[in-house]
Structure formats: C-alpha cells, structure tokens
T-cell receptor
C-alpha cells in the first residue's frame, strides 16, 4: 500500500534555532512532493513542492525542503524558527502514476517556544 | 480575496437530516477536490472534478454522499441522512489542470452531527 509517514506527532524548537519536520514516503513511480501548513481555524496553505531538478527547494515564509530519492524522504527545514511558525504541518505525495491523487501524512505539530 | 471559499463555515445538524455544502474555487482552476479531515489526521480524499466531470470518487464514500459541479465552476457536496460519524471538517481545494500543480484549499466547513 502507498503511504506517507510523518514520524513525529510533535516537534518542539526554541525560537531562533533551526527546525526540521520529517517526511518519508512509499509510493509508485517518481513522485511529486508537497508541504502544507495549517493554522488554527484556517485552511491548508501550500508551502512548497518538488517536481524535478534541484533536490533543495525553497518555499514560502523561509521554509525549504530537501528531496532524497535513496531515502525516499522530503524533510521540511528552516534555518531559524519563529514563534509564528507554530502550526500543523502536512506532507503530501502524488504517486508518479496518478493524475490527481494526493497521499497525506498525519501531520506534525510544530511548537516554537520563545 | 480571490482564494477558495466555502459556505457555510460551520453546520450543526441532527442525525438523519440532509446537509449541503458549497465550494467556490479559484476562477481559472479547472480541477476541484473534496476532502474530509478529522482531528489529528491528514485530509481524506472524497472526490475530484475536472471542469464539470466527476472523474473519481473514493471507494470509502458511501452512497449517502453526492457531489456536483454543474457548470464547471462552483461545487456542492450533499450528505443525506447524516450520521454522527459524518462529523468532520469538509475541505474543498482547486488547482490548475496539471498533475504538477499544487492544490489551494478553502477554510473548510465544520460539520457536527448531534
């Protein structure tokens, strides 16, 4: 079965420190990879995506993500965390043989402490 | 605001009643998706439209659920004979007509069945 795993339910980081939110996947073909963020009482917001090319992609709000094909991972990173980054983060993967389907991770709650 | 909009934002209904939700996608987006999200989980795919054609429907979706996109613009999701297990956040998303494009989400409709 195809799946996306976010192994940490919650990540705690001090403000100003680097942060990493992990995502690994098991899907068919060459996937397209996405990160979304969800703030309380708001819809999911697109952060960044990997389609092809450079393994390091940059997105909104200073976030970046690194695609690692051999490890089937797509970890979200930010060099210096802000308190306002506290939110729920979702990794989503479109299998290479799908025209529309997105497989979602269960989400990781990121808490940035002042 | 030219993002995806959903109406209503909240709906409380009694078990056995029918409910209908509306989604207005971003105007130039051909694709429209419906998802269901419960607490602590990622979005669960329900159905997908390309223009007015409903191209895919989740096997998990019971016959009580129906969706339409009559003119390829707004969409409605109807749940008949609601059950307590239908309580969830119902999300609508839209995207351009390509597998590489990200989906943009509305704020969601929170359904509570009492």
């Amino acid at each position: 079965a195809q799946s996306v795993a976010q192994p940490e339910d919650q990540v705690n980081v001090a403000e100003g420190n680097p942060l990493t939110v992990k995502c690994t996947y098991s899907v068919s073909g060459n996937p397209y990879l996405f990160w979304y963020v969800q703030y309380p009482n708001r819809g999911l917001q697109f952060l960044l995506k990997y389609i092809t090319g450079d393994n390091l992609v940059k997105g909104s709000y200073g976030f970046e993500a690194e695609f690692n094909k051999s490890q089937t991972s797509f970890h979200l990173k930010k060099p210096s965390a802000l308190v306002s980054d506290s939110a729920l983060y979702f990794c989503a993967v479109r299998p290479g043989d799908s025209n529309y389907q997105l497989i979602w991770g269960a989400g990781t709650k990121l808490i940035i402490k002042p | 605001d030219t993002g995806v909009s959903q109406d209503p934002r909240h709906k409380i209904t009694k078990r056995g009643q029918n409910v209908t939700f509306r989604c207005d996608p971003i105007s130039e987006h051909n694709r429209l998706y419906w998802y269901r999200q419960t607490l602590g989980q990622g979005p669960e795919f329900l159905t997908y439209f390309q223009n007015e054609a409903q191209l895919e429907k989740s096997r998990l979706l019971s016959d009580r659920f129906s969706a339409e996109r009559p003119k390829g613009s707004f969409s409605t999701l109807e749940i008949q004979r609601t059950e307590q297990g239908d309580s969830a956040m119902y999300l609508c998303a839209s995207s351009l007509d390509s597998r590489t494009y990200e989906q943009y989400f509305g704020p969601g409709t929170r359904l509570t069945v009492t």
